[in-house]
Protein backbone atom coordinates (compact mmCIF):
# COMPACT_ATOMS: atom_id res chain seq x y z
CA UNK A 1 0.00 0.00 0.00
CA UNK A 2 2.87 2.11 1.00
CA UNK A 3 4.69 1.79 -2.57
CA UNK A 4 1.25 1.93 -4.43
CA UNK A 5 0.68 5.79 -2.48
CA UNK A 6 4.44 6.68 -3.01
CA UNK A 7 4.00 5.66 -6.93
CA UNK A 8 0.92 8.11 -7.04
CA UNK A 9 2.75 10.53 -5.52
CA UNK A 10 5.84 10.61 -7.90
CA UNK A 11 3.32 10.72 -10.68
CA UNK A 12 1.54 13.78 -9.51
CA UNK A 13 4.74 15.22 -8.83
CA UNK A 14 6.11 14.73 -12.30
CA UNK A 15 2.77 15.86 -13.90
CA UNK A 16 2.43 19.04 -11.84
CA UNK A 17 6.23 19.30 -12.70
CA UNK A 18 6.17 18.68 -16.79
CA UNK A 19 2.97 21.29 -17.29
CA UNK A 20 4.25 23.63 -19.51
CA UNK A 21 1.46 25.98 -19.20
CA UNK A 22 -1.90 24.25 -20.00
CA UNK A 23 -0.16 21.44 -21.62
CA UNK A 24 0.95 18.60 -19.91
CA UNK A 25 4.53 16.40 -21.29
CA UNK A 26 3.48 13.21 -21.49
CA UNK A 27 5.56 9.79 -21.59
CA UNK A 28 5.43 5.97 -20.83
CA UNK A 29 4.87 6.21 -17.50
CA UNK A 30 2.44 9.48 -17.00
CA UNK A 31 0.19 8.83 -19.29
CA UNK A 32 -1.75 6.19 -17.74
CA UNK A 33 -1.98 8.21 -14.85
CA UNK A 34 -3.06 11.64 -16.20
CA UNK A 35 -5.10 10.47 -19.40
CA UNK A 36 -5.75 7.09 -19.15
CA UNK A 37 -8.02 7.93 -15.48
CA UNK A 38 -9.44 11.13 -17.21
CA UNK A 39 -12.17 10.57 -19.49
CA UNK A 40 -12.24 14.25 -21.01
CA UNK A 41 -11.21 15.55 -24.14
CA UNK A 42 -7.66 14.93 -24.88
CA UNK A 43 -5.40 16.81 -27.84
CA UNK A 44 -1.86 15.54 -27.88
CA UNK A 45 1.09 16.82 -30.29
CA UNK A 46 3.66 14.28 -31.03
CA UNK A 47 6.58 16.07 -32.06
CA UNK A 48 10.27 16.75 -31.33
CA UNK A 49 12.20 19.13 -29.90
CA UNK A 50 14.70 19.49 -33.00
CA UNK A 51 12.34 19.23 -35.81
CA UNK A 52 11.87 22.83 -37.18
CA UNK A 53 8.19 22.42 -38.04
CA UNK A 54 7.80 20.71 -34.68
CA UNK A 55 9.42 24.24 -33.03
CA UNK A 56 7.33 26.36 -35.20
CA UNK A 57 3.89 24.67 -34.40
CA UNK A 58 3.89 24.76 -30.63
CA UNK A 59 3.23 27.82 -29.82
CA UNK A 60 0.05 27.85 -31.95
CA UNK A 61 -0.52 25.05 -30.06
CA UNK A 62 0.05 26.68 -27.01
CA UNK A 63 -2.27 29.38 -28.30
CA UNK A 64 -4.77 27.36 -28.69
CA UNK A 65 -4.40 25.37 -25.31
CA UNK A 66 -4.41 28.53 -23.57
CA UNK A 67 -8.30 29.62 -25.26
CA UNK A 68 -9.80 26.28 -24.40
CA UNK A 69 -11.19 25.56 -20.59
CA UNK A 70 -12.89 22.10 -22.07
CA UNK A 71 -10.03 20.56 -24.04
CA UNK A 72 -7.32 19.06 -22.54
CA UNK A 73 -3.42 19.54 -24.03
CA UNK A 74 -0.43 17.21 -24.29
CA UNK A 75 2.79 16.66 -25.74
CA UNK A 76 4.49 13.93 -25.83
CA UNK A 77 8.68 14.19 -27.44
CA UNK A 78 10.07 11.53 -29.44
CA UNK A 79 13.68 12.27 -27.79
CA UNK A 80 13.21 9.36 -25.43
CA UNK A 81 12.86 5.77 -25.00
CA UNK A 82 10.05 5.78 -22.80
CA UNK A 83 7.99 8.09 -24.96
CA UNK A 84 8.46 6.31 -27.85
CA UNK A 85 7.02 3.38 -26.01
CA UNK A 86 3.88 5.35 -25.57
CA UNK A 87 3.92 6.75 -29.06
CA UNK A 88 4.34 3.12 -30.36
CA UNK A 89 0.99 2.54 -29.42
CA UNK A 90 -0.76 4.95 -31.02
CA UNK A 91 0.10 2.77 -34.54
CA UNK A 92 1.15 4.89 -37.67
CA UNK A 93 1.02 8.03 -35.90
CA UNK A 94 4.21 9.24 -37.39
CA UNK A 95 4.22 7.20 -40.27
CA UNK A 96 3.39 10.42 -42.46
CA UNK A 97 6.18 13.17 -40.25
CA UNK A 98 5.92 15.30 -37.14
CA UNK A 99 4.50 17.52 -36.07
CA UNK A 100 1.35 15.22 -35.52
CA UNK A 101 -2.15 15.97 -33.53
CA UNK A 102 -4.25 13.77 -31.84
CA UNK A 103 -7.48 13.52 -30.23
CA UNK A 104 -7.60 10.83 -27.33
CA UNK A 105 -10.75 8.34 -27.55
CA UNK A 106 -12.64 9.22 -24.17
CA UNK A 107 -13.32 5.85 -23.66
CA UNK A 108 -10.11 4.66 -24.35
CA UNK A 109 -6.75 6.16 -23.77
CA UNK A 110 -5.08 4.42 -26.76
CA UNK A 111 -7.37 5.32 -29.62
CA UNK A 112 -6.89 8.24 -31.35
CA UNK A 113 -8.22 10.26 -34.13
CA UNK A 114 -5.63 11.89 -36.06
CA UNK A 115 -6.03 15.33 -36.86
CA UNK A 116 -2.58 16.68 -38.06
CA UNK A 117 0.59 15.31 -39.45
CA UNK A 118 3.94 16.39 -41.28
CA UNK A 119 2.21 20.16 -41.55
CA UNK A 120 2.64 23.22 -39.35
CA UNK A 121 -1.38 24.98 -38.71
CA UNK A 122 -1.92 28.00 -37.34
CA UNK A 123 -4.33 28.64 -34.12
CA UNK A 124 -6.99 29.72 -35.90
CA UNK A 125 -6.81 26.77 -38.81
CA UNK A 126 -6.23 24.24 -35.91
CA UNK A 127 -9.84 25.82 -34.41
CA UNK A 128 -11.38 24.99 -37.51
CA UNK A 129 -10.24 21.23 -37.20
CA UNK A 130 -10.96 20.67 -33.58
CA UNK A 131 -13.61 22.81 -32.08
CA UNK A 132 -16.49 21.37 -34.96
CA UNK A 133 -14.97 17.73 -34.26
CA UNK A 134 -15.31 17.99 -30.70
CA UNK A 135 -18.99 19.35 -30.61
CA UNK A 136 -20.52 17.01 -33.36
CA UNK A 137 -19.08 13.81 -31.39
CA UNK A 138 -20.71 15.22 -28.23
CA UNK A 139 -17.49 15.33 -26.71
CA UNK A 140 -18.19 18.04 -23.99
CA UNK A 141 -21.44 20.27 -23.93
CA UNK A 142 -20.77 23.96 -23.81
CA UNK A 143 -17.38 24.41 -25.10
CA UNK A 144 -16.25 27.68 -24.29
CA UNK A 145 -12.95 29.76 -24.94
CA UNK A 146 -11.52 32.25 -23.01
CA UNK A 147 -11.43 35.78 -24.60
CA UNK A 148 -9.06 38.39 -23.31
CA UNK A 149 -11.24 41.74 -22.04
CA UNK A 150 -9.89 45.25 -22.28
CA UNK A 151 -7.48 46.04 -19.29
CA UNK A 152 -9.30 47.52 -16.35
CA UNK A 153 -8.56 50.47 -13.91
CA UNK A 154 -5.28 47.94 -11.94
CA UNK A 155 -3.52 47.62 -15.94
CA UNK A 156 -4.14 44.14 -16.01
CA UNK A 157 -5.92 42.38 -18.47
CA UNK A 158 -8.42 40.12 -17.77
CA UNK A 159 -10.06 37.15 -19.45
CA UNK A 160 -13.98 36.23 -19.87
CA UNK A 161 -15.33 32.59 -21.26
CA UNK A 162 -17.39 32.59 -24.12
CA UNK A 163 -19.35 29.46 -25.18
CA UNK A 164 -18.66 28.35 -29.14
Not at 60 to 78: C, M, R
Request: charged content about 25%.
Amino acid sequence: MVKLIATFLILLCLNILTKADSISVLNNHIYPSVVGTDRGVWLIEIGSKMCGGCQEFYPEFKKFANSFNHIKHGVIYVEDDDSMKLINRFKGVMDKGLPALILIDQQDPYKFKQLMFGNVLKESELRKIVVPLVKDLKMVTGLYQRVPTKKGNDGKQGVKSEEL
